[in-house]
């Protein structure tokens, strides 16, 4: 199974923060990777998908990229509805594997 | 609008099995593949398996091939997870997800409560 390792875990931020949590594959996925955010108690949500592509009615602060095998997804100018917690997915090879999560906080 | 509805909260005696069910709306059932998705508390997300709901087939992950069952009835645009031997390692939020054609899940429904307990 393809492992995706995620940094950081958790990360306390500020409103207005720049934030960048990033998701590495071990192997080749190509554009293969979506992000998520969960809120406490809810289903996660679609944010990112092919890596790069904004989904529709995500605000324009949330940017994805990738660098290698390396992904990463980009908070402009953090908001306080943005807390929660973040997940990527990898979809190019059975099974679907996540990274491990990052849990934002306010300090 | 699209919806996955979820059953409510289960508690369960270990050894016993669960079903599951998702209901799906505002959408063509058969058109989508449904997969299901472990998350214990305080941890990440696991993937379980999918099906087809217009052939029935289906794949598991490896560690769920016997401890999952998944079905879909047509009918109703409802897929179900079945859960069998359970353990408190089984104790989790289980959710349903629709896979749209770009591989990722744009749907999730709200997620069920199963807990384990004697």
């Known amino acids: 199974d393809i492992q995706m390792t995620q940094s950081p875990s958790s990360m306390s931020v500020s409103l207005g923060d720049r934030v960048t949590i990033t998701c590495r594959a071990s192997?080749?996925?190509?554009?293969?990777l979506s992000w998520y955010q969960q809120k406490p108690e809810k289903s996660p949500k679609l944010m990112i998908y092919?890596?790069?592509n904004l989904e529709d009615g995500v605000p324009s602060r949330f940017s994805g990229s990738r660098s290698g095998s390396d992904y990463s997804l980009t908070i402009n100018s953090l908001e306080s509805e943005d807390t929660g917690i973040y997940f990527c997915?990898?979809?190019?090879?059975?099974?679907?594997?996540f990274g491990g999560g990052t849990k934002l906080e306010l300090k | 609008e699209v919806q996955l509805q979820q059953s409510g909260p289960e508690l369960q005696r270990p050894g016993a099995s669960v079903k599951l069910s998702c209901k799906a709306s505002g959408y063509t059932f058969t058109e989508y593949y449904m997969y299901w998705v472990k998350q214990r508390p305080k941890q990440g997300l696991e993937l379980i398996g999918r099906i087809d709901p217009e052939d029935g087939s289906t794949d598991y992950v490896e560690k769920f091939k016997n401890k999952a069952t998944l079905t879909a009835d047509t009918s109703s645009n409802t897929a179900y997870m079945q859960l069998s031997s359970l353990t408190s390692e089984d104790t989790a939020t289980y959710f349903c997800a629709r896979l749209r054609g770009y591989g990722d899940f744009d749907y999730w429904g709200q997620g069920v409560m199963v807990t384990v307990s004697s």
């Open positions: 192997q080749d996925i190509g554009n293969y």
């Open positions: 997915l990898q979809h190019k090879q059975y099974p679907r594997t």
């Open positions: 092919g890596a790069t």
